[in-house]
C-alpha cells in the first residue's frame, strides 16, 4: 500500500518520511472525514426581538461568518523496529508541534492548523512475529481561521 501524497504537514509528506498516515480503526470508519468536512458553527447574529412579534428580525444580508473549530485527526504510525517508531513517534510529534502547520489533504483541501492537544493516550501495537511496530495516536487542532 502506497499513501505517498495522502497526507503532508509543511511540505513534508508524511508517508514517505515517516510511515504516518490518518488512519481508521474500523472497516469504513470516517472518522478522519468527518473532523475534516465539519462546517465550523457560525458566529452570532444581531437580531431584533420584538415582544409583539412572532420569532426574531435579522438585517437583509446576514452576512454569516464562521468560528474557529477544532479538528481531531487519528494517525497511524508503523516501523519495522520498536526504535525506529519511537524515533518517528517523536519526529511527529515535533512536526506537529511545531507552529502552525499547512497541512495538505489529498481530495479535500489544505488546512492552516495549529496544535492544542493529544485528545488520547496513543496505543501502541506489535504484530506477534516482531517485524512490524505501530502506534495510533489522536491530535486535536484548531482551525483559526475556517474555510468551506
Not at 472525514?33 to 428580525?57: C, H, Q, S, Y
Not at 518517528?88 to 510529534?93: G, Q
Not at 508541534?97 to 492537544?117: C, F, I, N, P, W
Amino acid at each position: 500500500m502506497d499513501l505517498t501524497g495522502y497526507l503532508k504537514i509543511n511540505g513534508t509528506d508524511l508517508w514517505t518520511q515517516y510511515h504516518c498516515f490518518l488512519a481508521e480503526t474500523e472497516a469504513g470508519g470516517h472518522v478522519n472525514m468527518d473532523a475534516l468536512l465539519r462546517l465550523p458553527k457560525a458566529k452570532d447574529i444581531t437580531t431584533v426581538d420584538f415582544r409583539e412579534r412572532n420569532g426574531v428580525e435579522l438585517p437583509a444580508d446576514p452576512d454569516v461568518r464562521l468560528s474557529s473549530i477544532e479538528r481531531t485527526l487519528q494517525f497511524w504510525l508503523s516501523a519495522p523496529t520498536a526504535a525506529l517508531r519511537l524515533q518517528r513517534y517523536r519526529n511527529v510529534l515535533t512536526l506537529l508541534a511545531s507552529g502552525v502547520l499547512s497541512v495538505e489533504v489529498k481530495d479535500y483541501r489544505t488546512y492552516s492548523l495549529v496544535y492544542q492537544d493529544m485528545s488520547s493516550e496513543p496505543e501502541w501495537h506489535s504484530d506477534f512475529s516482531g517485524n512490524l511496530h505501530g502506534v495510533l495516536f489522536s491530535v486535536k487542532f484548531l482551525e483559526t481561521k475556517p474555510q468551506v
